[in-house]
Structure formats: structure tokens, C-alpha cells
């Protein structure tokens, strides 16, 4: 058993909340959740990881029951019944729940057991195992926190300090994955150690395509730090077109400055799911700006906001490539890196010779193979092969599915439908249903915060379909604060 360093800090300020201070410890394991590549203890004999957010979150959970005991309520079957009819989202999470459970017991009572290639091309088996006990419990427990977070936390000021800790934490992974980037052309070795030290995932803090370094920042992939980009951007975007264009304004200029390092860190993830996330949010704020506003609104000024949205764009692309550009020079001078081979074999100025590739071939290549390229690209044909294989097995349970993180595909739908079946795919979606019509009741009320979590969470599910990953505290986040 070994503790983190990052562990070790998370332990001493967990307890510290728990005795003093419960509002800081929901605080912590919150700020925590974007740190999806941080392990707290390597538990060795069961090869269990436990992350940071999770212990947090347990301790916070702990501290909820002792003080729900301590006010000695009246339970009985007939109020929990009414506090839940109440509280249609939390209905929705604890119908989620009640999927994953039953997917799990149809597989360990049924017995199956599935014979099958998966996408690496290595025969396997299908049956229950302790792995879906683990992942079961662990997507449970996240449920349960949002269940608990909704009948805790009753006012719009409480909401707005939980969006405003993983704003703050978004950021904190937007830097380091900027300086992730920067530094590996400086020669300076990552310190993984800090926030990369989950040994039982796969850790991609190391991917280059093209001398391209890939960020991953806090998470474990490219794709799954998109997640928590997508999930962020929408907050910072949406509070930049609300303000007055007054570059004077301290907090206006620091909303653009944000909001263009974020999308050119995101940029810089050269993951597909990270572009198509981008398109769908940048997108719709430009529909909504033209077509969906409330008039005399806060959004109303349609030109304006077309405008900032312009440079908003313009302004991070540019930022994006000359961050790549001047960091890829950078590694060319200190020999950080070596000069790729350029596809045009002979060098027409010196006989014999080879032609290397410059700093904006190695900048366009990557991004054309991870954009119009992408669907040839081996990534993208073993993304398909593995829905196929998905959707192959999804005969065997398809009402119960196959049980959670049985047969993993690489979109939330497929991987829903295959591991919680139909009824798993319907409870989602119903969580889906209850969050967007909250948000279009609540766009008459405060138009700006509606439309940022309304983008957040569609920009977010999007991206989700594209690549799938686990679902974590700070996605859910968005969907548990729209029912206040």
C-alpha cells in the first residue's frame, strides 16, 4: 500500500474539513474532481486505486449521515416516497442506479459467459467478475453524492460557490496542461508523480503525434481532459458575451484571456473529441446568439456577440498555433527534438539529400490527420471495430444489459446500451429529459446561466458520445445544479 504525495495532502485537509468545516470538504472533493489521473493510495494486494475525489467524497458523505443521525428526522416510507417525487432529479440518478444494480445482478445470476475478440484482436471472456463490482460501486457512489448534493444544497448562491470551485479548478488543469506542453520542448521532464500517478490506468501524459506533444494536463488522456474542457468552456464563454465589450474592465479582459488560453489548450489536445466538442460549443453560442434569444434579453445584442464569438475564435486559433509553433522551433534549437522526415523524399537543393519537415508541416499534419483525416487513421478504425464488437453482444442482455464495464465501446451511448441495456440507455436519457426542461423553464428567469449550463451539459454529452470515459463528480455537477 502506498500513499501519494497528493494523497498525503488530500488526507490531512479531508480530516481537517471533516471536523471543522463540512462546506470546505464538499469544496475539496469538488476541485479534486478534474484530477481523474491522481491517485490517493495504491491499494496493491487488490490492485485497487482510490482517487483523490473519492476519498473526499466518502469522508463528505460520512460527515452528511453522522449529521443527518444527529437531527434524528422522522423516516418513513411515505416521506422518502414524497421527498423523491419532489426532487425529480435525484428520482432520475436513483433510477440510474437501479439499472447499473440490475445489470449486474442479471449477469451474476444468468451465468453467461461470452466468448469474444476484442479490439486488440486477443480472445476474451465476458462473465461477471470483481471488476464489475468495483466499477459498479465506484459509478454507484458518484450517483449517490449528486442524490445527497440535491437535497442538501437548496439555494442559487450555494450552487454558484460549486461552479465557481471547479471553474477554479479547470483553470489550475488549463495552466499545467499549457505548461505540460511547453516544457517538454524545454527538455524538462514531467513530473507525473504529482497528478499522473494512477499506475493501474493507462497514463497518455507521454503521446507526441508529429512532434506534437498531446496534453492531457490532470486527466488520463487527451480525450477524457476534453471532458472537463467542454464541461468549463460554456461557464467562461457565456459570463465573457453577458459583460459590455470594455477591455478596461479587469474582469472582462480576464474572461477573454481565460477563455482564449482554454481553447487553445484544447486546441492543442490534437483530440478529435476535444474538435468535436469545440464545434458543438462555439456552435451553439453562435445559434443560440442568432436564433435563440430572449428579446430585450441579456443576450440580445445578436451582432455584438457574433462578434465577440469571432474573436474569440480568431483569437485562440492564433494563440494555439503560435504556442505550438514557437514551443516547436524552441525544441528544434535545444535539440528537445529531432526534425521528422518530410513526406517529399528528395531535397531538389541539395543532391541526394533528405527534406525534414518544418514546424507548421508537423502543426498541419497533426491536425489535418486528427480532423478530415481522422476516419482513416488507425484510432478511428479501432473506435469503430470496438462499437461493432459492442453492438454484437448486446443479444446476449438486452433489456439488463451486460452489466457495468463488462464490454467497454468508445461512446456513452453503445457503452450505456450494451452494459445497462435498455433500460439503462431510458434512465439516462431521462436524466437528459428532467435537466433540459428545467433549464428552459429556468431561461425566463436568468437567461445568461441558463444557456451556460444548457451548452455545458449538451457540449459535454456530445463529446461524451464521441469518447467515451467514466462519469465523474464535476460532469454531473451540471446536471445536479440545474434543479435548484
Not at 278 to 286: D, K, N, R, T
Amino acid at each position: 500500500m502506498e500513499i501519494t504525495l497528493l494523497g498525503w495532502i488530500t488526507i490531512i485537509l479531508s480530516i481537517y474539513a471533516f471536523f471543522k468545516d463540512k462546506k470546505l470538504l464538499l469544496y475539496i472533493m469538488v476541485f479534486l474532481s478534474t484530477f481523474t489521473a491522481a491517485n490517493l493510495i495504491h491499494i496493491t494486494v487488490t490492485t485497487t486505486p482510490v482517487l483523490t475525489f473519492e476519498f473526499t467524497g466518502t469522508m463528505w458523505l460520512l460527515r452528511e449521515l453522522i449529521d443527518f443521525v444527529k437531527s434524528k428526522p422522522k423516516i418513513s416510507k411515505e416521506i422518502i416516497i414524497n421527498k423523491f417525487k419532489e426532487n425529480k432529479l435525484a428520482t432520475a440518478f436513483l433510477l440510474f442506479i437501479i439499472t447499473i444494480f440490475f445489470g449486474e445482478l442479471y449477469l451474476l445470476i444468468s451465468g453467461i459467459r461470452v466468448e469474444y475478440t476484442n479490439v486488440l484482436n486477443e480472445p476474451t471472456v465476458l462473465t461477471f467478475s470483481k471488476a464489475n463490482i468495483t466499477m459498479g460501486v465506484r459509478t454507484i457512489f458518484i450517483f449517490i453524492i449528486m442524490i445527497v448534493l440535491s437535497f442538501r444544497i437548496k439555494t442559487k448562491k450555494e450552487v454558484e460557490e460549486l461552479v465557481k470551485i471547479f471553474c477554479i479548478s479547470s483553470i489550475f488543469a488549463v495552466i499545467w496542461g499549457l505548461l505540460q506542453f511547453v516544457t517538454f520542448y524545454l527538455g524538462i521532464p514531467y513530473p507525473a508523480f504529482l497528478f499522473n500517478n494512477n499506475m493501474y490506468a493507462t497514463q497518455c501524459y507521454d503521446q507526441i503525434e508529429n512532434n506534437i506533444k498531446r496534453i492531457t494536463s490532470i486527466a488520463l488522456e487527451p480525450s477524457t481532459f476534453a471532458i472537463n474542457l467542454m464541461a468549463f468552456m460554456p461557464f467562461v464563454i457565456g459570463a465573457y458575451l453577458k459583460m459590455n465589450s470594455n477591455f478596461k474592465n479587469r474582469k472582462y479582459k480576464w474572461l477573454f484571456i481565460i477563455t482564449i488560453f482554454t481553447t487553445a489548450c484544447a486546441i492543442l489536445t490534437t483530440s478529435s473529441t476535444t474538435y468535436v466538442g469545440l464545434v458543438a460549443v462555439y456552435g451553439l453560442f453562435v445559434l443560440y446568439i442568432l436564433f435563440g434569444y430572449i428579446r430585450n434579453g441579456e443576450l440580445d445584442n445578436r451582432k455584438k456577440n457574433f462578434k465577440k464569438m469571432a474573436i474569440l475564435t480568431l483569437a485562440s486559433i492564433i494563440l494555439a498555433v503560435g504556442v505550438g509553433f514557437t514551443s516547436l522551433k524552441t525544441g528544434y534549437a535545444l535539440k528537445t527534438i529531432d526534425y521528422l522526415k518530410s513526406e517529399q523524399k528528395i531535397d531538389s537543393n541539395k543532391k541526394g539529400g533528405q527534406q525534414y519537415s518544418s514546424a507548421l508541416e508537423n502543426l498541419i499534419k497533426t491536425f489535418k490527420k486528427m480532423t478530415v483525416e481522422k476516419l482513416g487513421t488507425g484510432s478511428s478504425q479501432e473506435r469503430m471495430n470496438g462499437e461493432r464488437i459492442g453492438l454484437s453482444m448486446f443479444k446476449y442482455s438486452p433489456i439488463f444489459g451486460l452489466g457495468f464495464t463488462s464490454c467497454r465501446t468508445f461512446s456513452l451511448f453503445t457503452n450505456i446500451l450494451v452494459n445497462a441495456g435498455i433500460l439503462g440507455i431510458l434512465a439516462f436519457l431521462y436524466i437528459l429529459f428532467v435537466v433540459i426542461k428545467e433549464l428552459i423553464k429556468y431561461r425566463k428567469k436568468d437567461e445568461t446561466v441558463s444557456v451556460m449550463f444548457l451548452i455545458s451539459i449538451i457540449g459535454t454529452t456530445i463529446a461524451f458520445f464521441v469518447r467515451s470515459t467514466r462519469f465523474t463528480i464535476h460532469i454531473l455537477l451540471d446536471y445536479y445544479c440545474v434543479s435548484i
